[in-house]
């Protein structure tokens, strides 16, 4: 069975750090696209980042290029979201994804809330 | 990146038919075979119902339904049942190895 179990979720105040993770089983990770989307409070989904299987390739949105750092340890069936610089508008929900055949979103945790407030 | 435009809200009595529609531009929806369709329940993660525009993963009951004309997708769903009230979300490719999502249709089943 796919699981994705995200961590690390919390209250940050704004201009801060926090790191995310994703632990994955159920699947051979290192075969999979994987990633990140946001959901924040009583809104929509917001696709955030892309990595590749070997996590050579790595795609942002936007609004988080510079400060978000997407990555990936095989050997740990882990993803990771690193967050810098946080703004009041990065509060979310942040779930992590399976990409499947670099198409569509198969598998999702159940997300971990990251709130930006002083 | 600008999001898939999807109406607020619809609605239909249980056993009827609904539309949904997602509408994109020529550089995401309307030039890749790759609009899925998400159905999100209140507190729960998104779940995925459509893939490739009109494919159904195993395990998603057949009364759904996509397809894609020119720059807008259409998810329909037959035969309502009570259990379909949830948010729907189309999502498309858009270059460049970014993705967008629609900003949700709210489907409420009277």
């Known amino acids: 069975e796919v699981q994705l179990v995200e961590s690390g979720g919390g209250l940050v105040q704004p201009g801060g750090s926090l790191r995310l993770s994703c632990a994955a089983s159920?699947?051979?990770?290192?075969?999979?696209?994987m990633s990140w989307v946001r959901q924040a409070p009583g809104k929509g989904l917001e696709w955030v980042a892309n990595?590749?299987?070997?996590?050579?390739?790595?795609y942002y949105v936007d609004s988080v290029k510079g400060r978000f750092t997407i990555s990936r340890d095989n050997a740990k069936n882990s993803l990771y979201l690193q967050m810098n610089s946080l703004r009041a508008e990065d509060t979310a929900v942040y779930y992590c994804?399976?990409?499947?055949?670099?198409?569509?979103?198969?598998?999702w945790g159940q997300g971990t809330l990251v709130t930006v407030s002083s | 990146q600008s999001a898939l435009t999807q109406p607020a809200s619809v609605s239909g009595s249980p056993g009827q038919s609904i539309t949904i529609s997602c509408t994109g531009t020529?550089?995401?929806?309307?030039?890749?075979?790759?609009v899925s369709w998400y159905q999100q329940h209140p507190g729960k993660a998104p779940k995925l119902m459509i893939y490739?525009?009109?494919k159904r993963p195993s395990g998603v009951s057949n009364h759904f339904s996509g397809s894609k004309s020119g720059n807008t997708a259409s998810l329909t769903i037959s035969g309502l049942q009570a259990e379909d009230e949830a948010v729907y979300y189309c999502?498309?490719?858009?270059?460049?190895?970014?993705?967008?999502f629609g900003g949700g249709t709210k489907l409420t089943v009277l």
């Open positions: 994804a399976r990409l499947y055949s670099f198409g569509w979103f198969d598998y």
């Open positions: 490739e525009g009109t």
């Open positions: 990595i590749k299987p070997d996590g050579s390739e790595k």
């Open positions: 999502c498309s490719y858009a270059r460049a190895g970014t993705w967008v």
């Open positions: 159920g699947f051979t990770f290192s075969d999979y696209w």
């Open positions: 020529s550089s995401d929806v309307g030039s890749y075979n790759l």
